[in-house]
Protein backbone atom coordinates (compact mmCIF):
# COMPACT_ATOMS: atom_id res chain seq x y z
CA UNK A 1 0.00 0.00 0.00
CA UNK A 2 1.38 3.02 -0.95
CA UNK A 3 -0.88 5.97 0.44
CA UNK A 4 -0.28 7.69 3.73
CA UNK A 5 -3.74 9.22 3.87
CA UNK A 6 -6.69 9.19 1.43
CA UNK A 7 -9.52 11.44 1.67
CA UNK A 8 -12.89 9.85 2.43
CA UNK A 9 -15.43 9.95 -0.02
CA UNK A 10 -19.17 10.94 0.37
CA UNK A 11 -21.65 8.24 0.75
CA UNK A 12 -23.92 9.72 -1.75
CA UNK A 13 -21.33 10.37 -4.66
CA UNK A 14 -22.24 9.90 -8.29
CA UNK A 15 -22.18 6.18 -9.61
CA UNK A 16 -19.48 5.16 -11.38
CA UNK A 17 -19.37 4.63 -14.94
CA UNK A 18 -16.19 2.45 -15.54
CA UNK A 19 -15.52 0.02 -18.30
CA UNK A 20 -12.57 -2.08 -17.11
CA UNK A 21 -9.49 -2.56 -18.81
CA UNK A 22 -10.57 0.36 -21.96
CA UNK A 23 -7.77 0.64 -24.32
CA UNK A 24 -7.53 4.73 -25.11
CA UNK A 25 -9.59 6.13 -28.02
CA UNK A 26 -8.03 7.11 -31.25
CA UNK A 27 -9.44 9.76 -32.13
CA UNK A 28 -8.70 12.85 -35.24
CA UNK A 29 -12.11 14.75 -36.05
CA UNK A 30 -12.43 17.70 -38.61
CA UNK A 31 -12.90 21.23 -37.76
CA UNK A 32 -16.65 22.04 -38.58
CA UNK A 33 -18.40 23.89 -36.46
CA UNK A 34 -17.32 27.38 -35.29
CA UNK A 35 -18.54 29.79 -34.79
CA UNK A 36 -18.25 33.61 -34.57
CA UNK A 37 -20.01 36.90 -32.90
CA UNK A 38 -18.64 40.32 -33.58
CA UNK A 39 -18.74 43.24 -31.57
CA UNK A 40 -18.31 46.90 -31.53
CA UNK A 41 -16.95 48.96 -28.50
CA UNK A 42 -20.31 49.24 -26.74
CA UNK A 43 -20.96 46.04 -25.03
CA UNK A 44 -23.55 43.23 -27.40
CA UNK A 45 -24.92 40.42 -26.04
CA UNK A 46 -23.20 37.31 -27.67
CA UNK A 47 -24.89 35.10 -29.38
CA UNK A 48 -25.13 31.38 -28.50
CA UNK A 49 -23.58 29.35 -31.01
CA UNK A 50 -26.48 27.25 -33.39
CA UNK A 51 -27.18 23.58 -33.32
CA UNK A 52 -26.19 22.82 -36.32
CA UNK A 53 -22.61 25.30 -35.91
CA UNK A 54 -22.13 22.74 -32.99
CA UNK A 55 -23.77 19.63 -33.98
CA UNK A 56 -21.59 18.14 -36.02
CA UNK A 57 -18.44 18.22 -33.52
CA UNK A 58 -21.59 16.29 -30.72
CA UNK A 59 -21.68 12.82 -30.05
CA UNK A 60 -25.29 11.72 -29.66
CA UNK A 61 -25.94 11.01 -25.98
CA UNK A 62 -27.06 7.00 -25.77
CA UNK A 63 -30.50 6.48 -24.73
CA UNK A 64 -30.55 5.72 -20.97
CA UNK A 65 -33.49 5.50 -18.19
CA UNK A 66 -32.44 7.81 -15.02
CA UNK A 67 -29.34 9.42 -15.49
CA UNK A 68 -26.76 8.66 -18.59
CA UNK A 69 -23.83 6.82 -18.11
CA UNK A 70 -20.74 8.58 -17.70
CA UNK A 71 -17.93 8.95 -19.79
CA UNK A 72 -15.41 8.99 -16.62
CA UNK A 73 -15.64 7.25 -12.98
CA UNK A 74 -15.70 10.24 -10.84
CA UNK A 75 -15.25 7.61 -7.66
CA UNK A 76 -11.78 6.78 -9.61
CA UNK A 77 -10.94 10.52 -10.13
CA UNK A 78 -11.59 11.19 -6.59
CA UNK A 79 -8.57 8.58 -5.43
CA UNK A 80 -6.29 11.17 -6.87
CA UNK A 81 -6.25 13.39 -3.89
CA UNK A 82 -4.14 11.29 -2.24
CA UNK A 83 -0.61 11.74 -0.18
CA UNK A 84 2.47 9.39 -1.54
CA UNK A 85 4.80 8.25 0.98
CA UNK A 86 8.30 9.51 1.16
CA UNK A 87 10.62 7.20 -0.87
CA UNK A 88 12.73 5.50 1.66
CA UNK A 89 15.94 5.83 -0.82
CA UNK A 90 15.00 9.36 -2.23
CA UNK A 91 15.04 7.71 -6.03
CA UNK A 92 14.11 4.73 -7.77
CA UNK A 93 15.35 3.84 -11.70
CA UNK A 94 12.84 2.75 -14.67
CA UNK A 95 14.25 0.67 -17.07
CA UNK A 96 12.53 2.39 -20.12
CA UNK A 97 13.12 2.51 -24.52
CA UNK A 98 12.69 5.84 -24.77
CA UNK A 99 13.41 8.46 -27.94
CA UNK A 100 17.11 8.96 -29.03
CA UNK A 101 16.43 12.73 -28.02
CA UNK A 102 14.62 12.71 -25.11
CA UNK A 103 17.13 13.12 -23.11
CA UNK A 104 16.77 15.47 -19.88
CA UNK A 105 14.77 16.13 -16.15
CA UNK A 106 10.91 16.92 -16.10
CA UNK A 107 9.51 18.99 -13.73
CA UNK A 108 5.82 19.42 -12.36
CA UNK A 109 4.71 20.43 -9.28
CA UNK A 110 1.27 20.22 -7.32
CA UNK A 111 -0.65 19.74 -4.43
CA UNK A 112 0.13 16.49 -2.99
CA UNK A 113 -0.61 17.20 1.05
CA UNK A 114 -3.96 17.53 1.97
CA UNK A 115 -4.25 16.47 5.20
CA UNK A 116 -2.71 17.87 9.06
CA UNK A 117 -3.36 16.30 11.98
CA UNK A 118 -6.97 15.97 11.82
CA UNK A 119 -7.47 19.01 9.57
CA UNK A 120 -8.03 18.57 5.73
CA UNK A 121 -8.15 21.13 2.83
CA UNK A 122 -11.51 22.37 1.78
CA UNK A 123 -10.16 23.55 -1.94
CA UNK A 124 -6.94 21.13 -3.16
CA UNK A 125 -4.84 24.84 -4.16
CA UNK A 126 -4.04 24.70 -0.28
CA UNK A 127 -2.90 21.41 -0.70
CA UNK A 128 1.22 21.65 0.23
CA UNK A 129 3.14 21.28 -3.07
CA UNK A 130 4.56 18.47 -4.14
CA UNK A 131 7.18 18.06 -6.88
CA UNK A 132 7.99 15.20 -9.20
CA UNK A 133 11.02 14.85 -11.10
CA UNK A 134 12.13 12.21 -13.94
CA UNK A 135 15.09 12.22 -15.45
CA UNK A 136 15.43 10.74 -18.84
CA UNK A 137 18.43 9.10 -20.30
CA UNK A 138 18.17 7.60 -23.53
CA UNK A 139 21.45 6.34 -23.62
CA UNK A 140 21.16 4.26 -20.50
CA UNK A 141 17.54 3.08 -21.14
CA UNK A 142 16.46 4.56 -17.76
CA UNK A 143 14.20 7.12 -16.07
CA UNK A 144 15.53 8.29 -12.59
CA UNK A 145 12.19 9.13 -10.28
CA UNK A 146 11.69 11.28 -7.12
CA UNK A 147 9.03 12.88 -5.47
CA UNK A 148 9.23 15.52 -2.91
CA UNK A 149 7.14 17.90 -0.64
CA UNK A 150 8.26 21.64 -1.05
CA UNK A 151 9.28 22.57 2.13
CA UNK A 152 7.95 25.86 3.01
CA UNK A 153 8.04 27.35 6.66
CA UNK A 154 3.80 27.08 6.46
CA UNK A 155 4.00 22.91 5.76
CA UNK A 156 7.14 22.73 8.50
CA UNK A 157 4.60 24.63 11.25
CA UNK A 158 1.42 22.38 10.22
CA UNK A 159 3.64 19.42 10.69
CA UNK A 160 4.99 20.69 14.61
CA UNK A 161 1.61 21.77 15.55
CA UNK A 162 -0.65 18.83 14.07
CA UNK A 163 -3.41 20.86 12.12
CA UNK A 164 -3.54 24.16 10.26
CA UNK A 165 -1.97 26.36 11.51
CA UNK A 166 -3.16 29.64 9.54
CA UNK A 167 -5.85 29.12 7.09
CA UNK A 168 -5.69 29.03 3.21
CA UNK A 169 -6.44 31.12 0.41
CA UNK A 170 -9.07 29.27 -1.26
CA UNK A 171 -11.00 28.67 1.84
CA UNK A 172 -9.20 26.36 4.31
CA UNK A 173 -9.69 27.28 7.81
CA UNK A 174 -7.36 28.15 10.53
CA UNK A 175 -7.26 25.74 13.52
CA UNK A 176 -3.76 26.48 15.25
CA UNK A 177 -2.22 28.99 17.43
CA UNK A 178 -4.27 31.55 20.28
CA UNK A 179 -7.54 33.10 19.26
CA UNK A 180 -6.00 36.29 19.30
CA UNK A 181 -2.92 35.27 17.35
CA UNK A 182 -3.61 37.61 14.36
CA UNK A 183 -1.28 35.49 12.56
CA UNK A 184 -3.59 32.52 11.60
CA UNK A 185 -5.47 34.40 9.25
CA UNK A 186 -2.23 35.14 7.21
CA UNK A 187 -2.45 33.14 4.07
CA UNK A 188 -0.35 29.98 4.08
CA UNK A 189 1.97 29.73 0.89
CA UNK A 190 1.62 26.49 -0.13
CA UNK A 191 3.76 26.34 -3.04
CA UNK A 192 2.36 23.75 -5.50
CA UNK A 193 1.48 26.07 -9.08
CA UNK A 194 4.24 25.16 -11.58
CA UNK A 195 8.23 24.92 -11.51
CA UNK A 196 10.20 27.35 -13.53
CA UNK A 197 14.32 27.06 -14.44
CA UNK A 198 15.73 29.79 -15.48
CA UNK A 199 19.19 30.79 -15.36
CA UNK A 200 20.52 27.46 -13.64
CA UNK A 201 18.51 27.11 -10.60
CA UNK A 202 14.85 25.73 -10.07
CA UNK A 203 12.11 27.21 -8.56
CA UNK A 204 8.69 25.82 -6.98
CA UNK A 205 6.24 28.68 -7.29
CA UNK A 206 2.55 29.02 -6.09
CA UNK A 207 -0.33 31.10 -6.90
CA UNK A 208 0.71 33.45 -4.16
CA UNK A 209 4.09 34.20 -2.74
CA UNK A 210 7.78 34.27 -3.69
CA UNK A 211 9.42 31.41 -4.85
CA UNK A 212 11.16 28.40 -3.41
CA UNK A 213 14.54 27.52 -5.07
CA UNK A 214 15.44 23.49 -5.48
CA UNK A 215 17.97 21.63 -5.89
CA UNK A 216 17.22 20.08 -8.73
CA UNK A 217 18.87 16.76 -8.12
CA UNK A 218 17.19 15.92 -4.82
CA UNK A 219 14.57 18.06 -4.87
CA UNK A 220 15.86 20.07 -1.11
CA UNK A 221 14.33 23.20 -0.73
CA UNK A 222 17.45 25.80 -0.44
CA UNK A 223 16.83 27.85 2.45
CA UNK A 224 16.25 31.90 0.95
CA UNK A 225 16.62 35.10 2.28
CA UNK A 226 12.56 35.67 3.19
CA UNK A 227 11.92 34.80 6.79
CA UNK A 228 9.19 31.67 4.88
CA UNK A 229 12.35 30.22 3.66
CA UNK A 230 11.42 31.57 0.01
CA UNK A 231 13.51 33.51 -1.93
CA UNK A 232 13.31 37.40 -3.26
CA UNK A 233 15.13 36.65 -6.26
CA UNK A 234 18.55 38.49 -5.37
CA UNK A 235 16.57 41.38 -3.85
CA UNK A 236 14.65 42.47 -6.86
CA UNK A 237 11.21 41.41 -5.31
CA UNK A 238 10.45 43.97 -2.44
CA UNK A 239 7.30 43.09 0.37
CA UNK A 240 4.76 43.68 -2.28
CA UNK A 241 6.21 41.54 -5.37
CA UNK A 242 5.38 37.78 -5.62
CA UNK A 243 5.82 35.47 -8.53
CA UNK A 244 2.46 34.55 -9.38
CA UNK A 245 1.27 30.73 -10.53
CA UNK A 246 2.13 30.71 -14.54
CA UNK A 247 5.03 32.70 -15.01
CA UNK A 248 6.12 32.84 -18.70
CA UNK A 249 9.10 33.09 -21.14
CA UNK A 250 8.95 35.55 -24.12
CA UNK A 251 9.65 33.52 -27.35
CA UNK A 252 10.59 37.08 -28.80
CA UNK A 253 13.24 38.32 -26.57
CA UNK A 254 13.55 35.20 -24.09
CA UNK A 255 12.22 37.38 -21.32
CA UNK A 256 11.20 35.95 -18.17
CA UNK A 257 8.01 37.43 -16.71
CA UNK A 258 5.19 37.13 -14.52
CA UNK A 259 2.70 39.16 -12.49
CA UNK A 260 2.27 40.60 -9.15
CA UNK A 261 -1.62 41.50 -7.52
CA UNK A 262 -2.30 43.49 -4.38
CA UNK A 263 -5.73 43.78 -4.26
CA UNK A 264 -7.63 46.47 -2.21
CA UNK A 265 -11.14 47.77 -1.25
CA UNK A 266 -10.91 50.20 -4.00
CA UNK A 267 -8.78 48.95 -6.55
CA UNK A 268 -5.80 46.04 -7.87
CA UNK A 269 -2.42 47.05 -8.31
CA UNK A 270 -0.84 44.85 -10.96
CA UNK A 271 2.59 44.77 -10.56
CA UNK A 272 4.84 42.71 -13.45
CA UNK A 273 8.54 42.04 -13.85
CA UNK A 274 10.71 40.78 -17.05
CA UNK A 275 14.09 39.02 -16.22
CA UNK A 276 15.80 39.62 -19.46
CA UNK A 277 18.45 36.46 -20.83
CA UNK A 278 21.73 36.05 -19.05
CA UNK A 279 21.34 36.81 -15.44
CA UNK A 280 18.91 36.82 -12.39
CA UNK A 281 18.59 40.84 -12.46
CA UNK A 282 15.77 42.85 -13.75
CA UNK A 283 15.07 44.55 -17.07
CA UNK A 284 13.72 47.43 -15.18
CA UNK A 285 15.34 48.78 -11.56
CA UNK A 286 11.73 48.32 -10.11
CA UNK A 287 8.65 46.43 -11.10
CA UNK A 288 6.48 48.14 -13.83
CA UNK A 289 3.44 48.83 -12.05
CA UNK A 290 -0.60 49.75 -12.45
CA UNK A 291 -3.55 49.40 -11.12
CA UNK A 292 -7.02 48.33 -12.08
CA UNK A 293 -10.22 49.62 -10.46
CA UNK A 294 -11.74 47.49 -7.48
CA UNK A 295 -11.26 44.31 -6.14
CA UNK A 296 -10.55 41.54 -8.61
CA UNK A 297 -8.63 38.70 -9.62
CA UNK A 298 -6.43 37.27 -12.21
CA UNK A 299 -6.24 34.09 -12.93
CA UNK A 300 -3.41 34.20 -15.98
CA UNK A 301 -1.70 36.38 -18.29
CA UNK A 302 -0.93 36.42 -21.89
CA UNK A 303 2.17 38.87 -23.38
CA UNK A 304 3.45 39.63 -26.83
CA UNK A 305 6.50 41.65 -28.18
CA UNK A 306 4.46 45.11 -26.94
CA UNK A 307 1.56 44.10 -24.37
CA UNK A 308 1.00 42.32 -21.50
CA UNK A 309 -2.51 41.51 -21.08
CA UNK A 310 -5.20 41.01 -18.59
CA UNK A 311 -8.48 39.58 -18.34
CA UNK A 312 -10.96 41.06 -15.77
CA UNK A 313 -14.09 39.10 -14.72
CA UNK A 314 -17.02 39.95 -13.98
CA UNK A 315 -17.10 39.95 -10.22
CA UNK A 316 -19.23 41.31 -7.17
CA UNK A 317 -17.25 42.43 -4.02
CA UNK A 318 -18.00 42.21 -0.10
CA UNK A 319 -16.32 45.60 -0.04
CA UNK A 320 -16.67 45.60 4.06
CA UNK A 321 -14.37 42.00 3.60
CA UNK A 322 -12.29 43.51 1.40
CA UNK A 323 -11.05 46.42 3.44
CA UNK A 324 -10.98 43.91 6.21
CA UNK A 325 -7.82 42.11 4.73
CA UNK A 326 -10.00 39.18 3.76
CA UNK A 327 -8.92 37.13 0.96
CA UNK A 328 -10.16 36.52 -2.55
CA UNK A 329 -12.02 33.81 -2.49
CA UNK A 330 -13.91 35.51 0.99
CA UNK A 331 -15.22 38.27 -0.78
CA UNK A 332 -15.61 38.27 -4.46
CA UNK A 333 -18.48 36.39 -6.29
CA UNK A 334 -19.50 35.92 -10.22
CA UNK A 335 -21.74 38.59 -11.54
CA UNK A 336 -24.01 36.63 -14.19
CA UNK A 337 -25.51 40.18 -15.11
CA UNK A 338 -21.72 41.61 -15.21
CA UNK A 339 -19.28 41.94 -18.01
CA UNK A 340 -15.50 41.61 -18.16
CA UNK A 341 -12.42 43.66 -19.56
CA UNK A 342 -9.33 43.42 -21.49
CA UNK A 343 -6.43 45.24 -20.43
CA UNK A 344 -3.28 45.87 -22.42
CA UNK A 345 -0.54 47.07 -20.50
CA UNK A 346 2.97 48.37 -22.67
CA UNK A 347 6.01 46.17 -22.17
CA UNK A 348 7.89 48.90 -23.63
CA UNK A 349 7.17 52.75 -22.31
CA UNK A 350 6.04 53.28 -18.54
CA UNK A 351 4.48 56.29 -19.33
CA UNK A 352 2.26 54.61 -22.30
CA UNK A 353 -1.67 54.54 -20.45
CA UNK A 354 -3.24 50.99 -20.34
CA UNK A 355 -6.01 50.17 -23.12
CA UNK A 356 -9.27 49.25 -21.98
CA UNK A 357 -11.58 47.19 -23.93
CA UNK A 358 -14.59 46.19 -22.43
CA UNK A 359 -15.75 42.62 -23.51
CA UNK A 360 -18.83 39.90 -22.67
CA UNK A 361 -19.28 37.94 -20.06
CA UNK A 362 -15.24 36.36 -20.30
CA UNK A 363 -14.09 34.66 -17.58
CA UNK A 364 -10.55 33.89 -18.72
CA UNK A 365 -9.35 30.87 -16.73
CA UNK A 366 -5.97 30.49 -19.01
CA UNK A 367 -4.11 32.65 -21.51
CA UNK A 368 -3.14 30.02 -24.47
CA UNK A 369 -1.17 32.08 -26.40
CA UNK A 370 -1.25 35.68 -27.67
CA UNK A 371 0.44 37.68 -30.85
CA UNK A 372 -0.20 40.91 -32.62
CA UNK A 373 -1.68 41.64 -36.36
CA UNK A 374 -1.16 45.15 -37.47
CA UNK A 375 -3.74 47.20 -34.59
CA UNK A 376 -5.17 44.17 -33.31
CA UNK A 377 -4.20 41.60 -30.91
CA UNK A 378 -5.36 37.92 -31.24
CA UNK A 379 -6.39 36.27 -28.28
CA UNK A 380 -6.83 32.46 -27.17
CA UNK A 381 -7.94 31.42 -23.86
CA UNK A 382 -9.31 28.86 -22.07
CA UNK A 383 -12.81 30.76 -20.81
CA UNK A 384 -15.02 29.31 -18.32
CA UNK A 385 -18.89 30.03 -18.13
CA UNK A 386 -18.83 31.27 -15.02
CA UNK A 387 -16.27 32.13 -11.90
CA UNK A 388 -16.08 29.62 -9.02
CA UNK A 389 -13.38 31.20 -7.24
CA UNK A 390 -15.56 31.54 -3.79
CA UNK A 391 -15.01 29.43 -0.83
CA UNK A 392 -17.69 26.74 -0.05
CA UNK A 393 -18.69 25.28 3.09
CA UNK A 394 -15.65 24.08 5.05
CA UNK A 395 -16.83 20.42 4.71
CA UNK A 396 -16.83 18.69 2.55
CA UNK A 397 -13.69 19.40 0.70
CA UNK A 398 -14.37 20.59 -2.86
CA UNK A 399 -13.22 17.45 -4.71
CA UNK A 400 -16.08 15.11 -2.97
CA UNK A 401 -18.86 16.89 -4.67
CA UNK A 402 -20.04 16.65 -8.15
CA UNK A 403 -17.09 17.68 -10.91
CA UNK A 404 -20.21 17.49 -12.94
CA UNK A 405 -21.23 20.58 -11.30
CA UNK A 406 -17.63 22.55 -12.36
CA UNK A 407 -17.66 25.62 -14.90
CA UNK A 408 -17.42 24.23 -18.63
CA UNK A 409 -14.09 25.72 -19.40
CA UNK A 410 -13.73 25.96 -23.78
CA UNK A 411 -11.03 27.18 -26.46
CA UNK A 412 -12.23 30.79 -27.32
CA UNK A 413 -10.32 33.10 -29.95
CA UNK A 414 -10.18 37.23 -29.41
CA UNK A 415 -9.40 39.48 -32.20
CA UNK A 416 -9.20 42.87 -30.29
CA UNK A 417 -8.67 46.08 -32.63
CA UNK A 418 -6.64 48.53 -30.13
CA UNK A 419 -7.77 51.13 -32.97
CA UNK A 420 -11.04 51.19 -31.97
CA UNK A 421 -11.62 48.89 -29.21
CA UNK A 422 -13.71 46.69 -30.30
CA UNK A 423 -13.27 42.55 -30.25
CA UNK A 424 -14.57 39.81 -32.52
CA UNK A 425 -15.10 36.46 -30.34
CA UNK A 426 -14.81 33.23 -31.90
CA UNK A 427 -15.77 29.24 -30.16
CA UNK A 428 -16.79 26.04 -31.31
CA UNK A 429 -13.27 25.40 -31.74
CA UNK A 430 -13.36 22.37 -29.65
CA UNK A 431 -16.91 20.44 -27.96
CA UNK A 432 -14.82 19.08 -24.66
CA UNK A 433 -13.30 20.93 -21.64
CA UNK A 434 -10.03 22.08 -21.91
CA UNK A 435 -7.30 23.02 -19.27
CA UNK A 436 -3.68 22.78 -18.81
CA UNK A 437 -3.63 24.21 -22.65
CA UNK A 438 0.00 25.60 -24.20
CA UNK A 439 1.47 26.17 -27.65
CA UNK A 440 5.28 25.65 -28.53
CA UNK A 441 7.60 27.88 -26.15
CA UNK A 442 9.05 29.15 -28.85
CA UNK A 443 5.93 30.77 -30.68
CA UNK A 444 4.96 32.23 -26.82
CA UNK A 445 3.28 35.98 -28.14
CA UNK A 446 3.85 35.27 -31.72
CA UNK A 447 1.37 33.84 -34.24
CA UNK A 448 0.81 29.97 -33.39
CA UNK A 449 -1.25 27.36 -35.54
CA UNK A 450 -1.28 24.74 -32.68
CA UNK A 451 -3.11 24.70 -29.44
CA UNK A 452 -2.34 21.81 -26.87
CA UNK A 453 -3.75 20.37 -23.66
CA UNK A 454 -5.64 18.37 -21.75
CA UNK A 455 -9.32 17.70 -22.38
CA UNK A 456 -12.41 15.97 -21.25
CA UNK A 457 -13.25 12.23 -21.94
CA UNK A 458 -16.23 13.07 -23.87
CA UNK A 459 -17.85 15.97 -25.25
CA UNK A 460 -20.63 18.19 -22.78
CA UNK A 461 -20.39 20.11 -20.37
CA UNK A 462 -19.55 16.75 -17.87
CA UNK A 463 -16.12 15.77 -16.52
CA UNK A 464 -12.89 17.19 -15.30
CA UNK A 465 -10.53 18.54 -18.29
CA UNK A 466 -8.00 15.06 -18.26
CA UNK A 467 -9.34 12.63 -20.32
CA UNK A 468 -6.82 12.73 -22.79
CA UNK A 469 -4.53 14.87 -24.66
CA UNK A 470 -5.47 17.42 -27.88
CA UNK A 471 -3.72 18.87 -30.23
CA UNK A 472 -6.10 21.86 -32.20
CA UNK A 473 -4.97 23.20 -35.38
CA UNK A 474 -6.57 26.63 -35.41
CA UNK A 475 -6.27 27.36 -38.84
CA UNK A 476 -8.13 24.13 -40.03
CA UNK A 477 -10.00 23.38 -37.01
CA UNK A 478 -9.01 19.68 -37.09
CA UNK A 479 -8.71 17.81 -33.63
CA UNK A 480 -6.02 15.36 -32.99
CA UNK A 481 -7.04 13.34 -29.65
CA UNK A 482 -5.59 10.50 -27.37
CA UNK A 483 -8.41 9.94 -24.82
CA UNK A 484 -7.76 7.92 -21.79
CA UNK A 485 -10.53 5.41 -20.46
CA UNK A 486 -13.21 6.03 -17.73
CA UNK A 487 -10.90 5.73 -14.77
CA UNK A 488 -7.92 7.29 -16.40
CA UNK A 489 -6.89 10.89 -15.92
CA UNK A 490 -4.10 12.72 -17.24
CA UNK A 491 -2.18 15.93 -15.97
CA UNK A 492 -0.51 18.45 -18.10
CA UNK A 493 0.48 17.50 -21.25
CA UNK A 494 3.85 19.14 -21.82
CA UNK A 495 5.20 20.24 -24.83
CA UNK A 496 9.12 19.36 -25.40
CA UNK A 497 10.47 20.94 -28.59
CA UNK A 498 12.91 18.86 -30.92
CA UNK A 499 14.80 19.72 -33.60
CA UNK A 500 12.85 20.69 -36.75
CA UNK A 501 11.57 24.29 -37.94
CA UNK A 502 7.64 22.55 -37.96
CA UNK A 503 5.62 24.39 -35.03
CA UNK A 504 4.52 20.92 -33.64
CA UNK A 505 8.01 19.04 -33.92
CA UNK A 506 7.98 17.63 -29.82
CA UNK A 507 7.08 15.47 -27.58
CA UNK A 508 3.87 15.70 -25.26
CA UNK A 509 4.87 14.72 -21.69
CA UNK A 510 2.30 13.67 -19.22
CA UNK A 511 1.37 12.07 -16.14
CA UNK A 512 -1.57 9.27 -16.09
CA UNK A 513 -3.31 8.54 -13.17
CA UNK A 514 -5.36 5.58 -12.91
CA UNK A 515 -8.13 5.47 -10.29
CA UNK A 516 -9.14 1.82 -10.07
CA UNK A 517 -6.05 0.45 -9.98
CA UNK A 518 -4.36 2.64 -8.28
CA UNK A 519 -1.46 3.02 -10.23
CA UNK A 520 0.50 6.31 -12.00
CA UNK A 521 2.50 6.23 -15.58
CA UNK A 522 4.28 8.79 -17.62
CA UNK A 523 3.23 9.24 -21.08
CA UNK A 524 5.18 10.70 -24.00
CA UNK A 525 3.53 11.62 -27.02
CA UNK A 526 4.77 12.77 -30.33
CA UNK A 527 2.97 15.99 -30.96
CA UNK A 528 2.84 16.29 -34.54
CA UNK A 529 0.54 13.20 -34.02
CA UNK A 530 -0.96 12.00 -30.67
CA UNK A 531 -3.98 9.65 -31.58
CA UNK A 532 -0.83 7.28 -32.96
CA UNK A 533 -0.34 6.90 -28.98
CA UNK A 534 2.62 6.82 -26.92
CA UNK A 535 5.86 6.38 -28.36
CA UNK A 536 6.97 5.70 -24.41
CA UNK A 537 5.14 4.74 -21.53
CA UNK A 538 6.12 3.28 -17.85
CA UNK A 539 4.78 2.87 -14.96
CA UNK A 540 5.87 4.81 -11.49
CA UNK A 541 6.42 3.03 -8.53
CA UNK A 542 4.03 4.48 -5.99
CA UNK A 543 0.76 6.70 -7.44
CA UNK A 544 1.11 10.12 -7.81
CA UNK A 545 -1.45 12.54 -6.86
CA UNK A 546 -3.49 14.91 -9.67
CA UNK A 547 -0.64 17.51 -10.35
CA UNK A 548 -0.72 21.05 -11.45
CA UNK A 549 1.96 22.21 -14.25
CA UNK A 550 5.95 22.12 -14.71
CA UNK A 551 8.95 22.80 -17.05
CA UNK A 552 11.24 20.68 -18.89
CA UNK A 553 15.23 21.22 -18.38
CA UNK A 554 17.03 19.74 -21.98
CA UNK A 555 20.44 17.54 -21.22
CA UNK A 556 19.80 17.44 -17.56
CA UNK A 557 20.66 14.30 -16.29
CA UNK A 558 22.63 12.63 -12.84
CA UNK A 559 24.16 9.17 -12.72
CA UNK A 560 22.97 7.04 -9.42
CA UNK A 561 26.11 8.35 -7.70
CA UNK A 562 25.54 11.73 -7.97
CA UNK A 563 21.84 11.27 -6.64
CA UNK A 564 23.46 9.38 -3.52
CA UNK A 565 25.44 11.74 -2.97
CA UNK A 566 23.30 14.71 -3.31
CA UNK A 567 19.84 12.82 -1.19
CA UNK A 568 22.07 12.03 1.99
CA UNK A 569 23.68 15.42 2.26
CA UNK A 570 20.48 17.04 1.54
CA UNK A 571 18.68 14.64 4.09
CA UNK A 572 21.46 15.81 6.84
CA UNK A 573 20.03 19.48 6.57
CA UNK A 574 16.70 18.28 6.41
CA UNK A 575 17.13 16.58 9.76
CA UNK A 576 18.21 20.16 11.36
CA UNK A 577 14.88 21.93 9.79
CA UNK A 578 12.68 19.30 12.16
CA UNK A 579 15.02 20.15 15.41
CA UNK A 580 12.82 22.92 16.98
CA UNK A 581 13.64 24.53 20.38
CA UNK A 582 11.01 23.60 22.72
CA UNK A 583 11.99 25.35 25.42
CA UNK A 584 8.35 27.28 25.33
CA UNK A 585 5.51 26.19 23.64
CA UNK A 586 3.63 29.48 24.90
CA UNK A 587 2.32 32.29 22.20
CA UNK A 588 6.29 34.01 22.41
CA UNK A 589 7.65 31.40 21.46
CA UNK A 590 5.66 29.80 18.80
CA UNK A 591 5.63 33.19 17.47
CA UNK A 592 9.52 33.54 17.17
CA UNK A 593 9.82 30.11 16.15
CA UNK A 594 6.87 29.19 13.49
CA UNK A 595 7.10 31.93 11.59
CA UNK A 596 10.59 32.48 11.12
CA UNK A 597 13.43 30.55 8.87
CA UNK A 598 13.50 26.96 10.57
CA UNK A 599 17.06 25.03 9.54
CA UNK A 600 20.46 25.92 7.73
CA UNK A 601 21.50 25.60 4.28
CA UNK A 602 18.47 23.13 2.99
CA UNK A 603 15.39 21.54 3.95
Known amino acids: MDLAWRPPLTPNAPAAADAAGMAPALRRRGGEGFGTAAHGARLVPVAALTAAAVGTRRRKAPAARGRAARAFSAEAWRQGFLEPEDLEQGFYFVDC ?115 FEIDPACLGTVLGNEDEGSWNIENSLDSETTIGSFPKVCGTEGCLTFISQSPSALDTTVRYVEYAPGAWRPRYPKPRQFSVGGYTRFSDFGITPRWLVLAKPPLKVDALGAALGKTFSEVLNFDASGSGELIFATRLRRDEQEITVPVDGLVCEEFVNAYEDGTSVILDMVAADRWDGRAGVPFPPRWEQDPGGWPRKRLVRYEVDLASKTFTKK ?167 LFQRQGTRMR
Open 427 to 593: EGFLAKNLGFSCVNPAVVGKKHRFVFGAVAHADGPDGPAQGGVAKIDMETGEVDEWLLGPSEFCGEPLFIPREGNEEDSGYLMSVIYNGEANRSECVVLDAQSPSSGPVARFALEQAMPHGQRGTWVPELTYTEEEMKRKTTLMRMFAKKSKEWNAVELGFSAMGSQ
Open 97 to 211: ELPEDLKGTYFRNGPGKFQAGEDTVVHEMDGDGLMLAMTFDPEEKKVCVRHRLVQTQGLLRDQFSKGMYTKGHHGTPSSGGGSLDPRRNAPKHAANATMVYWENKLLACGCFGKP
